[in-house]
């Protein structure tokens, strides 16, 4: 989050002690939302208006606080948000999302102007992988 950029090497190291190495900071805070958005599969937030954002880019977000199950009731009800307070919710909630089809918003994301800038930065530069370095498997 914006508010936590003077923290970011307190939560790095806390992370790389905590034996978690699959995560990535920089491109996280650094990147524009709308950028990370266009190439992003599933938003998972407490409550943040993030998830308007996400409806845009057609990209489903799951709320894991229920502050989050009140503010977003319209979008729970249009199935653009899920919500799951366990970890048990958070892994079959993700897993039914993606299974789902969502072709069709990605096709609209394709003709948005921040993706094609994305696209135009990876073609600039090479070595310039976002969606490698976000999303790790």
């Known amino acids: 989050h914006p508010n936590m950029l003077p923290d970011r090497e307190v939560i790095r190291n ?3 002690k905590s034996d978690i190495n699959n995560f990535e900071l920089d491109y996280a805070t ?3 939302l709308p950028a990370l958005l266009s190439i992003t599969t599933v938003l998972i937030t407490e409550w943040s208006s993030c998830v308007l954002e996400a409806k ?3 990209i489903p977000s799951i709320i894991i606080h ?3 199950e009140k503010s977003y009731k319209r979008e729970i009800a249009e199935g653009y948000c899920f919500k799951a307070y366990t970890a048990e919710e958070l892994d079959s909630t993700l897993t039914k999302i993606l299974q789902m089809d969502w072709q069709k918003e990605e096709k609209t994301i394709q003709n948005h102007s921040i993706a094609k800038l994305v696209a135009k930065l990876s073609e600039s530069n090479k070595n ?3 969606r490698n370095k976000i999303i790790q498997k």
Do not use: A, I, K, R
Request: proline share 13%.
């Open 30 to 32: 650094d990147l524009p």
């Open 14 to 16: 806390y992370l790389t």
């Open 56 to 58: 845009y880019f057609g």
């Open 128 to 130: 310039f992988n976002v």
């Open 66 to 68: 229920p502050n989050g």
